[in-house]
């Protein structure tokens, strides 16, 4: 199967404070990676794509600056919550598209079980 | 932009009912997936639709894809205690090859 790992499944942190949230893909290479966020009781929100190799694409009203991604490898991608407040709490959840040719819309997101953030 | 609805937004049902979640999309989709999320855990995929009509069946699961590709449906027989959970459509973007909007989702509680 396709395998994608979340660490950690969950967090408290003190409002001011970086969190840093690691997604792997166990068993297959991803080039490209997804970060959602998702409020209680709500659908699962894009923030950004993650791309190995190059910059992250953020979606629109979200601060590159505040939730910095980092695609370290073909089976690692990272998003760190900068300066955190309460109003970030949520559950950040990613996925990955398994390698293996052209991307296409047919292509399986394989997520990964989600972190969920707590700021106090 | 482009919006994907699914109604209803809750649905309870006693066990051994069926149960029906509706997703419409305003564009035209490649494509459609369906997730199951259990409370307090995370989307798993259950399904594509790619055809036009197509109609998929996963045991007491039946997902269908409308003719016009805009719409489609979700239906469980006889509905079982493990069936709880929020069920979501997504469909891609227009302009994007593999960026998903997903709808809202369908909650579903089976009293047993």
């Known amino acids: 199967g396709a395998v994608v790992s979340q660490h950690p499944s969950w967090v408290i942190c003190k409002s001011g404070t970086s969190v840093k949230i690691e997604c792997r893909s166990l068993d297959f290479q991803a080039t490209t990676m997804f970060w959602y966020r998702q409020f209680p009781k709500q659908s699962l929100m894009l923030m950004a794509t993650?791309?190995?190799?190059?910059?992250?694409?953020?979606e629109q009203g979200v601060e590159k600056d505040k939730f910095l991604i980092n695609h370290a490898s073909l089976t690692l991608s990272t998003l760190t919550v900068t300066s955190a407040h309460p109003e970030d709490s949520s559950f950040y959840i990613c996925s990955a598209l398994r390698d293996g040719g052209f991307i296409s819309s047919t292509d399986t997101q394989y997520f990964g079980p989600g972190t969920r953030l707590t700021v106090l | 932009g482009q919006q994907v609805m699914q109604i209803p937004q809750y649905q309870h049902v006693q066990e051994g009912e069926d149960f029906t979640t509706y997703c419409n999309s305003s564009?035209?989709?490649?494509?459609i997936q369906w997730y199951k999320q259990r409370p307090g855990g995370h989307p798993v995929f259950l399904i594509q639709?790619?055809?036009?009509?197509e109609v998929k069946k996963q045991k007491r699961l039946t997902f269908q894809f409308g003719e016009a590709k805009k719409n489609s449906s979700l239906h469980i027989t006889a509905t079982q205690t493990t069936d709880v959970g929020t069920y979501f459509c997504?469909?891609?973007?227009?302009?994007?090859?593999?960026?998903?909007?997903f709808g809202k989702g369908t909650l579903l509680t089976v009293n047993p």
């Open positions: 639709l790619v055809k036009s009509g």
């Open positions: 564009t035209t989709l490649s494509n």
């Open positions: 997504a469909g891609p973007r227009r302009g994007s090859n593999y960026k998903l909007t």
């Open positions: 993650s791309n190995e190799g190059s910059k992250a694409t953020y």
